[in-house]
């Protein structure tokens, strides 16, 4: 079946509310879609939402590289060859994982709508359903109280706490909400590279009586060899998310001394489900688990990385609530939230309908 168009178009989504990570605060974000047409009148959908502060790549470039001779050059393509385009993309566009992970998800949802079985029938179901957790905002602590209360009520249990701006204020918001909060949560606390090791081993310290779960990518990635002076009670804790970005990076990273127990998975870090896949075979042959995240992105990319995770076996982890910040989406559909609990829709491709 022939690949007859390739067109590209970008959208700036307001969020609901403004958030703030480590130095960072958003209020909108920017997404490029892609569309992929065959000659019997499917079409397949992908999306890019690259994080410019991580893989240097922006939306306005990802549009660019994927309005290029060199995509465009799929019409004509077959899409029972959409493996062999994605390698090729990946080979072209090195640094531009956004662009490829449009490409990616585009192919895949085509393939997967044109054989009229779903991503995850493609891919082999392994694991799953997962519940997945929120992520709360620097804030305040009477403001994430207030958030995290509105959030359980609409079915969450696990929240991602946002810290790395203060240690003390940080230290004294965990055990805040662990007293507000005694039982029935789960917390997992991402600083953002905003901590340095004394800090960290403070924060650890500090909150050894709250039942942590994991905490995510604490130190710079250029300080990653310090971790391996954090204490070896702690060390299971340890998330790698910004260290992790291609499969080169995760081969250093399988290595010894392993400084990271759990892997980040973000499709647009790594550049879409097959690296996502090669990634993730790489960290279950070191006996790492892997945590599925993600930026504010459309359902289009949260429904791809959802596929993916519950194709590989040592998926433990979901962060997949992207498309819960958005005030809008251009698309519907692809998953569904029960209680928590993220499940795929039994529908060709990625399951997604543009609005």
Not at 176 to 187: A, D, I, K
Not at 201 to 212: C, D, N
Request: aromatic residues 8%; charged residues 20%.
């Amino acid at each position: 079946m022939k690949i007859t168009k390739v067109h590209a178009y970008l959208r700036h989504v307001a969020l609901k509310k403004p958030y703030t990570i480590a130095n960072y605060t958003f209020a909108d974000v920017s997404f490029v879609f892609l569309e992929i047409h065959l000659a019997n009148g499917l079409v397949g959908h992908g999306s890019g939402s690259p994080a410019e502060e991580v893989v240097g790549e922006t939306p306005e470039q990802c549009l660019q590289a994927l309005e290029s001779d060199v995509v465009q050059a799929l019409v004509g393509r077959d899409i029972e060859d959409f493996q062999a385009i994605i390698r090729e993309q990946h080979a072209h566009f090195l640094h531009q994982p956004g662009t490829v992970a449009a490409v990616d998800l585009a192919l895949h949802d085509a393939y997967g709508k044109w054989k009229a079985i779903s991503v995850l029938e493609l891919l082999g179901q392994k694991s799953g359903p997962l519940p997945t957790s929120v992520t709360v905002g620097i804030m305040s602590t009477e403001e994430a109280i207030r958030e995290v209360k509105d959030l359980h009520q609409q079915g969450f249990s696990i929240f991602k706490i946002k810290i790395g701006g203060h240690v003390e204020e940080d230290i004294a918001k965990l055990i805040c909400l662990q007293e507000v909060f005694p039982s029935g949560m789960t917390w997992r606390v991402d600083p953002n590279q905003g901590y340095a090791l004394p800090e960290l081993i403070r924060f650890l310290k500090a909150t050894e009586q709250v039942p942590l779960e994991l905490v995510e990518q604490p130190l710079p990635v250029a300080k990653d060899p310090m971790m391996s002076q954090i204490p070896p009670k702690f060390a299971h804790l340890m998330m790698a998310d910004e260290s992790l970005t291609d499969f080169s990076r995760a081969t250093c990273l399988v290595g010894e001394p392993q400084l990271f127990h759990v892997f980040n998975l973000k499709l647009m870090k790594c550049g879409g489900i097959q690296a996502a896949m090669e990634i993730g075979s790489l960290a279950a042959s070191a006996g790492i688990n892997l945590f599925w995240g993600c930026n504010d992105e459309s359902c289009v990319s949260i429904s791809a990385a959802l596929h993916a995770a519950y194709a590989c076996p040592n998926t433990r982890f979901l962060d997949l609530d992207g498309s819960f910040d958005l005030a809008e989406d251009v698309f519907s559909g692809g998953f569904e939230l029960r209680n928590g609990f993220l499940h795929v829709l039994d529908k060709p491709g990625l399951g997604v309908n543009l609005i």
